[in-house]
């Protein structure tokens, strides 16, 4: 099939490789040319474990292709993939201005398409969204919903640092589907792929994903607060979390306590579905404690480091891991971001060190010194936090 993947980024880029690397004649829009003009010459633009390979492999071939041309690609598209950004405003909604946005380039696009076709939102999106303000917007195209053209949402559910293994290995394939010949359109994509698929309404794949995201940080936040007890007690958390994790009910993915959840997915969507559920007359209590819980861990390690020094002042401390997570450069709601702030507050020196993620920490925090390998971090520093 031609397919188009409206966006780059961490869900976007490895979707279209990885739809190229199932045999889809794969067109790939972003608004920047220079992102555009990397990957057209096989560079990644981000980085992921096996995309630059994948990447420079399904260029060469000629199976996937970027441009700036929203109009062309959906015009000669069977599927459309709107795989943009919703970050969070300051009031904890999502932000729907990129989708809107998208949506209103895709609609232009439309017009010049002669047959049916199908708009797929993969963009995380509370639910009624799709319904309510992306298929208003696609029929300003002149075609009818449903009719002269399908609609489905099909929620990501990949791990940035391991998206592209996530995209071509899925634990299952959720499939919201506007009417039975739009769900249709969508499976065929996916008709050699592996998983389960679940065919399901628009607003349920919607929740779907924001329940998925929201209760695996309900997990990280609630194994931390076992992990600040398991610390008073001289109890290895790893420990318990491995005995707990043998409950095949339980399932010990997901119980590793550390300085908390980050990037762009978890903090972002937890407090989308709060503020959704608040506009809905539901009481959000867990997972408002799970972002509770979050914000306080972020910073647990510097009050542990207090234990060994009460005055910072003067005192260098290494920074090892500077991302959200391994295997990422993004830093977004990183814990690290915290950690360095409130060492500086307390007056000590930084050396920070991480493989991926010191370029995008300089914008953050630019006067703090940053090494070439963990142990020049290490070296004469009083301190090290992992």
Do not use: W
């Not at 829009?29 to 990957?39: A, G, L, N, P, R």
């Not at 790893?238 to 095949?248: F, K, N, S």
């Amino acid at each position: 099939m031609n397919i188009a993947v409206i966006g780059t980024g961490y869900v976007g880029l490895p979707a279209g490789a990885g739809f190229a690397k199932h045999g889809h004649d794969v067109k790939c829009v972003d608004i920047d040319e220079e992102k555009v003009e990397k990957i057209n010459n096989g560079e990644c633009p981000i980085y992921e474990e096996g995309l630059p390979q994948l990447l420079e492999e399904v260029v060469t071939e000629g199976k996937l292709e970027a441009t700036t041309d929203t109009v062309s690609a959906v015009k000669n598209a069977d599927i459309v993939f709107l795989a943009v950004g919703t970050p969070m405003d300051k009031e904890g909604n999502i932000n729907l201005d990129y989708i809107e946005q998208a949506s209103k380039d895709v609609a232009e696009g439309m017009k010049e398409r002669e047959g049916y076709q199908t708009i797929v939102v993969k963009s995380t999106v509370v639910p009624t969204t799709t319904e309510e303000k992306v298929i208003p917007i696609l029929e300003q195209s002149g075609k009818e919903a449903g009719e002269d053209f399908g609609v489905c949402m099909n929620p990501e559910f990949l791990r940035e640092g391991t998206a592209l293994d996530d995209f071509l290995n899925p634990d299952r394939i959720v499939i919201g589907e506007l009417d039975e010949k739009s769900g249709e359109a969508l499976e065929e994509v996916y008709s050699d792929f592996e998983a389960p698929i679940m065919r399901t309404s628009l607003k349920a794949a919607e929740l779907i994903k924001y329940a998925s995201n929201s209760l695996l940080a309900t997990k990280i936040s609630f194994i931390n607060e076992i992990g600040n007890l398991c610390k008073e007690l001289g109890i290895d958390v790893y420990e318990v979390a491995d005995g707990v994790g043998m409950d095949h009910r339980i399932e010990r993915s997901f119980l590793d306590s550390g300085a908390g959840f980050g990037g762009s997915c978890f903090p972002k969507d937890v407090r989308a579905l709060i503020k959704f559920m608040e506009d809905n007359g539901e009481e959000p209590r867990i997972l408002e404690d799970t972002i509770s819980v979050n914000e306080d861990q972020k910073t647990k390690l510097v009050e542990q480091l207090k234990q060994h020094y009460p005055d910072l002042s003067g005192k260098t401390i290494a920074v090892l891991g500077l991302s959200f997570k391994p295997g990422t450069d993004d830093i977004r709601q990183s814990p690290a971001i915290d950690i360095i702030s409130e060492l500086k507050e307390n007056g000590a020196e930084v050396k920070a060190y991480d493989p991926k993620a010191i370029e995008n920490m300089k914008e953050k925090h630019p006067e703090i010194e940053y090494t070439s390998d963990y142990q020049e971090a290490l070296e004469n520093a009083d301190a090290g936090l992992i």
